[in-house]
């Protein structure tokens, strides 16, 4: 694999001043040697003209957080870091690369869940070059292939987990989304890892059941919710109902036996269970008649 090696170019601004100096010195001899109609002086003149042109092209700009790619002749050289005017040599080609910290958003993908649920997933990539001679060499494209992995990461991982979790301790993707995006960015560093970029950050953007089955699977979201509900209810009401005849049987405030101890609960759960409101019924009898 191509490493990245980093170079330190010459500064561009001694360069310009010493060019400007040596052009000038060159066109001054050039008119010299014409006026004086001397061939050989004129061809001499001519060729450092022509030297000291081909040398402008080797100046170019660094700017913060980009580089420049060198190489001589489709060798790779190495990689200028350094903001600023440099100057390297001529013959070398520059290639611009940026470093910049830059993101992209998947499209939705349509998969299935573990349990074979379709749904829609997509997710944001943070991510940047590290590597410049692996990103331009190893792969063809870079940016694509972020792309194309990415996409491919998101929904390998969406099949391994459920969209949602109905057994304690098991890992869903509505439920445990740090732990789906720590995994989600291992998977996609571990992708990227021959193209010389670094994955920052991944995370879920968008997730949500399939259009054909939404409706039905809210319904199920909805029922298992009013399930839990009941559940904590009944567990509050039989444990006030319990308070209430420990409170009793302490207090001496009245003496029940099991038929009327029975008659209570059932009423005090029909209270503190109902979701609407009760009706007071006045007994005017006894328990027994």
């Known amino acids: 694999m191509i490493r990245e090696i980093k170079r330190e170019a010459q500064s561009g601004l001694v ?32 060729l450092v003209l022509t030297f000291l042109f081909v040398l402008w092209f080797g100046l170019f700009i660094v700017n913060p957080n980009e580089a420049k790619v060198l190489q001589f002749f489709g060798d790779y050289v190495g990689t200028v870091h350094e903001p600023g005017l440099k100057f390297a040599n001529p013959l070398l080609t520059k290639r611009k690369i940026s470093v910049r910290v830059r993101n992209f958003e998947t499209g939705k993908l349509k998969v299935n869940d573990k349990r074979g649920t379709p749904i829609e997933i997509a997710a944001v990539v943070v991510w940047k ?22 996409e491919s990461a998101v929904r390998g991982m969406a099949t391994n987990y459920p969209y949602d979790t109905y057994t304690e301790g098991e890992i869903s993707l509505t439920g445990h989304l740090g732990e789906i995006a720590e995994r989600l960015q291992k998977e996609i560093q571990d992708r990227l890892e021959k193209a010389g970029v670094k994955v920052m950050e991944a995370r879920i953007s968008h997730l949500a059941y399939a259009p054909e089955i939404a409706g039905p699977m809210l319904q199920r979201q909805q029922a298992s919710a009013i399930i839990a509900a009941r559940q904590k209810i009944v567990e509050g009401a039989v444990g006030m109902v319990e308070m209430a005849l420990e409170m009793l049987s302490k207090q001496n405030i009245v003496r029940l036996d099991e038929e009327r101890k029975a008659a209570m609960v059932s009423n005090l759960l029909v209270v503190l269970c109902s979701d609407r409101a009760t009706q007071p019924v006045v007994n005017t009898g006894s328990l027994y008649t």
Do not use: C, K, M
């Not at 360069?15 to 000038?24: K, T, Y």
């Not at 070059?129 to 990415?150: G, M, P, R």
């Open 129 to 150: 070059v590290v590597d410049t001679a692996e990103a331009l060499f190893e792969v063809d494209n870079y940016e694509d292939y972020i792309h194309v992995q990415s």
């Open 15 to 46: 360069w310009i001043l010493g060019l400007l100096l040596a052009s000038g010195a060159a066109s001054w001899w050039l008119v010299v040697a014409i006026q004086r109609a001397d061939a050989v002086q004129v061809v001499a003149a001519s």
